[in-house]
């Protein structure tokens, strides 16, 4: 009889989404006329830009013509699409190849796959809380994994130490679910540490967009050294709402090698073996965010769901609670009043006033006590929840 793979039976029942949404459920069968104030989703409510809805268009378009036709797409990414993601980085003073960009359908289906280009053996480490698929991906393939946990104390922002070693080290800046974000000294310090123990960092800057600070690092090739131990993980779902559309990128240097081994010569191995491409349509659609219209759009978008965050934060403070994330970040992490659990929280805000957030638990072991807000929602419904938890908490 074949054997399927045995890890999936180490994986811990996925929980938090389940439980959330059970619960509501349950509240709103014996509630009917009552709203909820949704604060916990993670997707985005604002529609596309529209440049990058009239980039589709031309795209839908071309595929009608014999002579502007796309069949397959060259597997690691659109030319078109890779250099304008190059320049991206230009602008910000970081200098890659085309060849160093990789176009994808977004940053989960890539932290899934950029597993294959590292040994099973080899161990990962989480910096907790965390969002949960870097555990789960690694369950998955029976690896290690090395939890560190962070809080308060550090500003959930842990750093390297002899605890922390491992083979793949993963650092979310901003981070998912804290809304932390590593400084240019705090990153280099984890890039030495890779540096020196040859571990490579999966750097996930799903969220780099919604930085407004100058000193605060967008892109791990920020910093000194990054590039013989770092890969970034980078998504159009959050920045640029293509959660629906999925477009993602990921840049692998040429000088990130090991045992000999170039992991951007690998990953356009991978490539060519296991994708045909992402679809012209979106890549096109996708090279519109990166035009000055495009950039203009979507940090109008930002700056919306940034508002959204200046009024939780607004009411936070009147309240006395402490949280971090917000302002550089779509998620605000909470420290829960009164000493409460994250589930006694939600269950507090769910009945008393109709507001759903995120336990913090559901983020690994660490989170319990800790509660996140997402300001991916509407203004109308911002505003609501603000008044609503300042009416209950003063
Ligand atoms: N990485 C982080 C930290 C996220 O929060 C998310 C989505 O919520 C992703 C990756 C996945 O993004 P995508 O929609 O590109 O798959």
């Not at 909820?36 to 071309?62: C, F, N, Q, T, W």
């Amino acid at each position: 009889m074949i054997t399927p793979n045995l890890h999936y039976a180490d994986l811990k029942s996925s929980y938090l989404f389940y439980n959330i949404a059970q619960k509501t459920k349950a509240y709103l069968a014996e509630n009917p006329d009552k709203k909820l104030y949704r604060m916990g989703i993670g997707d985005v409510s604002l529609p596309l830009a529209k440049s990058v809805i009239a980039a589709l268009h031309e795209g839908v378009e071309d595929q009608a013509f014999k002579d502007r036709f796309h069949g397959y797409m060259p597997e690691c990414g659109a030319p078109f699409l890779r250099t304008a993601i190059a320049d991206y980085y230009r602008s910000r003073g970081i200098e890659l190849g085309d060849d160093e960009v990789f176009v994808s359908s977004g940053a989960s289906d890539e932290l899934g796959d950029i597993l294959d280009l590292f040994d099973r053996s080899s161990s990962a480490l989480v910096i907790e809380p965390a969002y949960p698929a870097y555990v789960d991906a690694n369950v998955m393939a029976g690896r290690k994994i090395v939890h560190l946990a962070s809080g308060i104390d550090n500003g959930f922002l842990p750093e390297p130490s002899e605890n922390a070693k491992a083979d793949i080290l993963y650092i979310c800046s901003p981070n998912n679910p804290t809304g932390a974000v590593f400084k240019k000294e705090q990153l280099r310090k984890w890039v030495d540490f890779a540096n020196e123990n040859g571990s490579v960092i999966l750097f996930d800057a799903a969220y780099e967009a919604f930085i407004e600070d100058e000193e605060l690092p967008r892109s791990i090739f920020e910093i000194e050294g990054a590039k013989t131990c770092a890969i970034e993980i980078c998504s159009l779902s959050k920045t640029a709402g293509f959660t629906g559309t999925r477009l993602g990128y990921t840049v692998i240097p040429k000088a990130l090698v090991r045992h000999g081994m170039c992991f951007n010569d690998m990953w356009v191995r991978n490539r060519t073996t296991k994708t045909n491409g992402v679809s012209y349509i979106i890549q096109k659609g996708g090279a519109a965010v990166f035009t000055s219209e495009g950039q203009k759009e979507i940090h109008e978008n930002i700056s919306y769901y940034k508002e959204n965050a200046r009024l939780l934060m607004e009411a936070l403070d009147e309240l006395g609670i402490w949280y971090c994330g917000g302002k550089n970040s779509p998620y605000i992490w909470l420290k829960c009043p009164n000493g409460m659990g994250s589930w006694e929280f939600f269950d507090l805000l769910l009945k008393e006033i109709q507001v759903v957030g995120t336990p913090g638990e559901g983020f690994g072991a660490c989170g319990e006590g800790y509660f996140r807000f997402s300001v991916f929602g509407s203004r109308e419904d911002t505003v609501e929840a603000a008044e609503r938890l300042k009416r209950l908490l003063r």
